[in-house]
């Protein structure tokens, strides 16, 4: 709570024997480009961003070949590690690649973010499909030989 209020309080001191209006509009001007700097530091996008805006930011990049087709899932993991990283994809190669760029000091965050991706792509493949296995349950179902045999104590079919 302290802290949102520091936040929004502006404290303005200026040492001077006498003020003047000029003085006092000088004092201003700096104070709103101090302030218009750090809503610039922290108006810089998060998350998934074009290659363009992650150079731009000043830290090193580096990349990763990923050669995967479902790219959203890696979406969902890097949004929750909060790891900026840009796509690109590489359509020279018969193959589709995906170049992951990122900034160096997110690669802890990365490689945690890729471990659990990996895994989650893993566990999809192991299971089988369950249309394919209701598919295969309609046939087995359809091939079914039946045999009704009527029941006379009560009248109705046995199965």
């Known amino acids: 709570m302290q802290d949102q209020i520091n ?6 001191v200026i040492k001077g024997g006498k003020l003047t209006g000029k ?22 996008p998060h998350g998934k961003q074009s290659v363009k805006q992650l150079v731009k ?27 900026d990283f840009a796509l690109k994809k590489d359509a020279t190669e018969t193959p589709l690649k995906w170049l992951v760029f990122f900034k160096a000091r997110d690669a ?12 989650k792509s893993l566990r999809k493949r192991k299971k089988p499909s369950l249309l394919a296995q209701l598919n295969k349950f309609k046939e087995i179902a359809k091939n079914a030989v039946v045999d009704r045999v009527k029941n ?6 046995e199965l």
């Open 108 to 119: 802890d965050a990365l490689t945690s973010a890729f471990k659990e991706f990996s895994a």
């Open 57 to 83: 930011q000043g830290s090193g990049v580096s990349n990763i070949e990923i050669t995967d087709k479902n790219i959203k899932s890696f979406n969902r993991v890097a949004r929750k590690y909060g790891v």
């Open 23 to 44: 003085m006092l509009a000088k004092a201003l001007r700096k104070l709103l480009s101090e302030m218009g700097k750090q809503h610039k530091k922290q108006m810089s």
């Open 152 to 157: 006379k104590n009560r009248g109705g079919h």
């Open 7 to 12: 936040e929004k309080s502006v404290a303005l």
